[in-house]
């Protein structure tokens, strides 16, 4: 296998999460490369269905870090939250005199939209920032408590909370966590049947082996548990995807025959 190696492929080629961040503060500069670089993503159907809201004040933060039960939330110099966002939509639609029973904004589509659009505009962030030096961890633990985020940003109708990012300056360097061989995650042209992919157990073991080996940054006195093990446990997790949207925890037919 060769890699082809420029800035750019570097840059994604050694991101890793960061969680500590120096002093160091973060310009004016900085701050408007980063927002602009998340502004440029692609946008689905140009709906530009997704905002963020950058959070200064220093109660808001913790909030969010109590939410996130993570408290480095709240020490980050920079801070994040980005939402769907087809509340701008609507309000244009009404302008335009659109019949409010016409509206079609509330739809699953839309929201798969605008949290596609959302993503997009977070990593393209991350990206930037990663380029620049910073670091950063994106945080889905927001999400704990969705209604919560949604109480402390004052966030309006046909929005919700998709994942936070906290940047700064790293204060710690921390090993790249492993990731699986490339036969486990991309396929030529279709899925391979269970059957047909035989060699997976062999090559999710010799990942269990390799993750390991790794320590994390959140504790650095034990390695994190094999993969394998990591996911069996959070398999059944309905009490989490009910804090986060109020709904069953499964959705029949989301994709391919039964999910
Ligand atoms: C959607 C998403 C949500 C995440 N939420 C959190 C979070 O709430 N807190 C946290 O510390 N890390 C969070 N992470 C970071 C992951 O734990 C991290 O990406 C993963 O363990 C792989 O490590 P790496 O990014 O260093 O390669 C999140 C990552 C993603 C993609």
């Given at each position: 296998?060769?890699?082809?190696?420029?800035?750019?492929?570097?840059?994604?080629?050694?991101?890793?999460?960061?969680?500590?961040?120096?002093?160091?503060?973060?310009?004016?500069?900085?701050?408007?490369?980063?927002?602009?670089?998340?502004?440029?993503?692609?946008?689905?159907?140009?709906?530009?269905?997704?905002?963020?809201?950058r959070?200064?004040?220093?109660?808001?933060?913790?909030?969010?870090?109590?939410?996130?039960?993570?408290?480095?939330?709240?020490?980050?110099?920079?801070?994040?939250?980005?939402?769907?966002?087809?509340?701008?939509?609507?309000?244009?639609?009404?302008?335009?005199?659109?019949?409010?029973?016409?509206?079609?904004?509330?739809?699953?589509?839309?929201?798969?939209?605008?949290?596609n659009?959302?993503?997009?505009?977070?990593?393209?962030?991350?990206?930037?920032?990663?380029?620049?030096?910073?670091?950063?961890?994106?945080?889905?633990?927001?999400?704990?408590?969705?209604?919560?985020?949604?109480?402390?940003?004052?966030?309006?109708?046909l929005?919700?909370?998709?994942?936070?990012?906290?940047?700064?300056?790293?204060?710690?360097?921390?090993?790249?966590?492993?990731?699986?061989?490339?036969?486990l995650?991309?396929?030529?042209?279709t899925?391979?049947?269970?059957?047909?992919?035989p060699?997976?157990?062999?090559?999710?073991?010799?990942f269990?082996?390799?993750?390991?080996?790794?320590?994390?940054?959140?504790?650095?006195?034990?390695?994190?548990?094999?993969?394998?093990?990591?996911?069996?446990?959070?398999?059944?997790?309905?009490?989490?995807?009910?804090?986060?949207?109020?709904?069953?925890?499964?959705?029949?037919?989301?994709?391919?025959?039964?999910?």
């Amino acid at each position: 296998m060769t890699i082809i190696h420029n800035d750019t492929i570097d840059t994604l080629l050694n991101r890793r999460t960061i969680r500590a961040w120096s002093e160091c503060e973060v310009s004016h500069d900085v701050i408007d490369t980063l927002e602009a670089a998340a502004q440029r993503a692609a946008t689905s159907q140009y709906f530009n269905a997704w905002s963020a809201i950058r959070v200064t004040d220093e109660k808001i933060a913790l909030k969010l870090a109590e939410i996130g039960n993570q408290p480095y939330i709240a020490q980050a110099p920079l801070l994040y939250v980005f939402i769907i966002d087809d509340h701008r939509n609507l309000r244009i639609a009404r302008e335009a005199g659109v019949p409010e029973d016409e509206i079609t904004l509330d739809s699953d589509y839309t929201f798969t939209q605008g949290q596609n659009d959302a993503v997009l505009a977070l990593h393209a962030m991350e990206t930037a920032a990663e380029s620049l030096g910073l670091g950063c961890v994106i945080l889905g633990s927001i999400l704990n408590n969705s209604q919560a985020v949604i109480d402390t940003l004052h966030l309006p109708e046909l929005t919700f909370p998709v994942l936070g990012l906290a940047l700064g300056y790293p204060a710690v360097e921390p090993q790249l966590k492993p990731r699986m061989a490339r036969e486990l995650q991309i396929f030529d042209n279709t899925y391979p049947a269970d059957n047909e992919h035989p060699s997976m157990t062999d090559a999710l073991a010799d990942f269990d082996a390799e993750v390991v080996t790794y320590y994390d940054t959140r504790d650095m006195s034990h390695p994190v548990r094999p993969f394998t093990e990591q996911v069996s446990s959070m398999a059944n997790d309905r009490n989490r995807l009910q804090r986060a949207f109020g709904k069953p925890a499964r959705r029949q037919g989301f994709t391919g025959r039964s999910f």
